[in-house]
């Protein structure tokens, strides 16, 4: 073989190695491009997931501090009382509360203490013909003896000390004029010539049920984490449908977010009335208690995110059973309760 035939096969071989090399990194870039692209593929598929995730929110009740809340609560009563004999008897009431409160510290330890003063009153009582009214801002108020009034009448004018856990319950109700007006109450109670059934009234109408089903705008508690819309919890609650203690397991749930504002819905699941006596109107004698308890409710909280309630709603149809002596009756009560907040201004 000659020099130059030597010399081409050097040059054919040299560029066959010089393919060979950029076939082998033209197939590195393809796969390294390839790669990067199933992971950039990948991660924003992942992006997208989490993109997708709906938003948790925190429940929290806490108004701002040294700010007041003015608020009406209005309660709607429709009552049937239905004999032995199948006779009845029918009334309706109507109360409107104005009441307002203010958080003058900071939490302690997770407790936050309101000071609560029920301001004014409003009232009116049906039964056929029969019309009572009250407004405790009028020139004329109105009769102060009608019976179911002096029920109603017993919170008003009233300044109390709300005190919340740091789960969410009414702790406590206290304050000076509270106190005031227990000892007082104890000292008509000593009296052997008072009326018990009238002490009984004016010992339930500043009860802790009593004042707490007034003022405590909130009702229901809150889970401790962040929750999702329609994610379901359930809470306690408690309440009054004329003048009767009952406590219920309410299923609740966010159902929007708009505003600032969360709506949240909530129904009943077991409403069972308390193991405590109860004074209904027309019934002058005893007291009663509940023998069995039956119905349903549901109840519409609007909390702003800043920690303060807008407005609340409670609506119950119940049917309860009881004895007036030997002889049983039964109740049907309708109730709508709401708490609508009127204004705000600095403390």
């Known amino acids: 073989m000659g020099r130059n035939d030597i010399s081409c096969l050097v040059s054919l071989l040299f560029q066959k190695m010089k393919r060979l090399q950029f076939d082998l990194f033209f197939s590195a870039v ?26 948790a929110y925190q429940l929290k009740f806490i108004p701002p501090q040294t700010i007041r809340h003015v608020y009406k609560m209005h309660d709607s009563t429709v009552v049937t009382r239905i004999f032995s004999d199948n006779s009845t008897k029918k009334y309706t009431r109507e109360v409107w509360y104005y009441f307002n ?32 009214e009250f407004d405790s801002q009028a020139d004329n108020p109105g009769a102060l003896t009608f019976e179911d009034l002096v029920a109603t009448i017993v919170p008003l004018g009233n300044e109390f000390n709300l005190t919340y856990s740091p789960y969410g319950e009414v702790a406590k109700i206290d304050g000076e004029r509270y106190e005031f007006m227990k000892d007082f109450i ?12 009238m002490n009984f009234v004016w010992e339930e109408g500043i009860s802790l ?29 408690e309440f009054q449908l004329d003048h009767i203690n009952f406590f219920d397991t309410l299923t609740a749930k966010i159902t929007k977010f708009k505003d600032g504002y969360f709506h949240i819905d909530a129904v009943s699941n077991n409403i069972q009335a308390k193991n405590k006596p109860a004074k209904l109107y027309g019934i002058k004698t005893q007291l009663i208690e509940v023998a069995d308890a039956k119905g349903n409710g549901e109840y519409h909280l609007v909390l702003h995110n800043r920690g303060f309630v807008s407005k609340a709603e409670l609506k119950y149809n119940v049917e309860i059973g009881s004895y007036i002596k030997k002889e049983y009756f039964k109740q049907k009560i309708e109730t709508k309760t709401t708490w609508e907040l009127l204004k705000q201004f600095k403390f």
């Open 30 to 55: 393809l796969l390294i491009t390839l790669f990067l692209g199933i992971k950039t593929d990948v991660f924003s598929q992942d992006g997208a997931k989490k993109a997708e995730e709906p938003p």
């Open 101 to 132: 409160f203010v958080m003058p510290n900071p939490p302690k330890e997770g407790f936050m203490t309101f000071e609560v003063s029920i301001d004014s009153l409003k009232y009116k009582f049906t039964e056929g013909e029969a019309v009572f």
């Open 209 to 237: 049920d009593r004042l707490k089903f007034l003022a405590d705008v909130k009702k229901i508690y809150f889970t401790p984490e962040p929750i999702e819309i329609d994610t379901l919890w359930e809470t306690p609650i």
């Open 186 to 197: 104890r000292q008509q109670k000593s009296n052997p010539m008072s009326d018990a059934i």
